[in-house]
C-alpha cells in the first residue's frame, strides 16, 4: 500500500477504502506524490470567496447558496504510452464514498494526497453517485450521514428569501482529458489535480434567468434541466498551485 494522507477539513466521511491499482510496491520508479483538490468555480463575486454563501441574482430573482455537498466515488487516472495512446496502466483513488462539502466564493481545498507511479496521464474519470441502504457497504457511510440515503448531491440556501433544500440521486460518470496531459515524473516534486464544479450554473435557466429549486424536485418541471446542469459542471485539469484555475 502507498502512502495516503488525508488533508482536507471539508473530507466529511471515514475512508472506506483507499489504495492505488495498476501499479506494484516492488516497483522500481520513485513514485511522485499527487494531490487532490476540490474547487467551486464560475462567475462569482469576489467578495463572496470570504462569505459562507454565494449570491446570484438574475430577472428579479435571487438565489443564495449556503451549501453544497456531493458524493463521490473512484477517481482514477488514465496512463498514456509515449505514443500518446491509452495504455492498460490505471492510478485508482479509492477512496469512497466520499461526501465531499464544496467550499464555496470560488475557493479551493485539498482532499486527499496519493503517491502515483511516474508517468504521463491523460484522462481522468469519476463518479457521481449516491450511497443506498440495501448496499453491504454502505453502513459506516449512511450512520455517519443518514440524510444521504439514495442522495448524491445536496444543496441549501434561499430562493428570493424562502429557506430551500434540494436534493438528488443522481448518477454520472464523468471522463475528462488532460490537456496538456500530467506528467509525473520519476521523484518529482508534488503536484495537484483539481475537480472544479461550477455550481453556479446548477440553477440556471436555459433561456436565461434562474431556476427555483423549488421546483427541481422529485416529478417537478425544472427537475431534468437542473440535473443536467449539474451533469455538465464538472471539469478536471492539473492546478500545481491550487488557485482553482488550470495552469
Known amino acids: 500500500m502507498k502512502r495516503i494522507m488525508l488533508v482536507g477539513s471539508y473530507l466529511a466521511t471515514s475512508i472506506l477504502a483507499v489504495g492505488l491499482s495498476g501499479c506494484s510496491d516492488n516497483a522500481a520508479p520513485t513514485a511522485g506524490n499527487l494531490s ?5 468555480s464560475g462567475v462569482v463575486a469576489k467578495a463572496a470567496k470570504a462569505a459562507a454563501a454565494d449570491t446570484f441574482a438574475a430577472g428579479g430573482d435571487t438565489l443564495v447558496v449556503t451549501g453544497v455537498q456531493v458524493v463521490l ?3 482514477e ?3 498514456s504510452d509515449d505514443a500518446g495512446a491509452d495504455s492498460t496502466r490505471v492510478e485508482e483513488f479509492e477512496a469512497g464514498p466520499l461526501l465531499v462539502d464544496l467550499p464555496l466564493g470560488g475557493a479551493t481545498d485539498q482532499v486527499v494526497s496519493v503517491d502515483v507511479t511516474p508517468g504521463t496521464y491523460n484522462e481522468v474519470e469519476f463518479k457521481v453517485d449516491s450511497v443506498r441502504s440495501d448496499e453491504g457497504s454502505s453502513a459506516a457511510f449512511l450512520a455517519a450521514h443518514p440524510g444521504f440515503d ?3 448531491v445536496r444543496v441549501t440556501g434561499t430562493f428570493n428569501g424562502t429557506a430551500f433544500t434540494f436534493t438528488s440521486g443522481l448518477e454520472s460518470e464523468q471522463e475528462h482529458d ?5 506528467v509525473v515524473a520519476e521523484g518529482g516534486g508534488a503536484m495537484n489535480l483539481t475537480l472544479s464544479v461550477d455550481h453556479t ?3 440556471a435557466a436555459s433561456g436565461g434567468g434562474l431556476i427555483d429549486p423549488a421546483t427541481a424536485g422529485v416529478a417537478g418541471p425544472n427537475r431534468e434541466q437542473v440535473e443536467h446542469n449539474i ?6 485539469f492539473e492546478d500545481d498551485n491550487h488557485d482553482g484555475h488550470e495552469d
Open 36 to 40: 487532490l483538490t476540490i474547487a467551486s
Open 73 to 75: 466515488r473512484e477517481v
Open 77 to 79: 487516472l488514465q496512463a
Open 150 to 152: 439514495g442522495v448524491s
Open 178 to 182: 488532460l490537456v496538456p496531459a500530467l
Open 201 to 203: 450554473s446548477w440553477f
Open 231 to 236: 451533469k455538465q459542471s464538472f471539469d478536471s
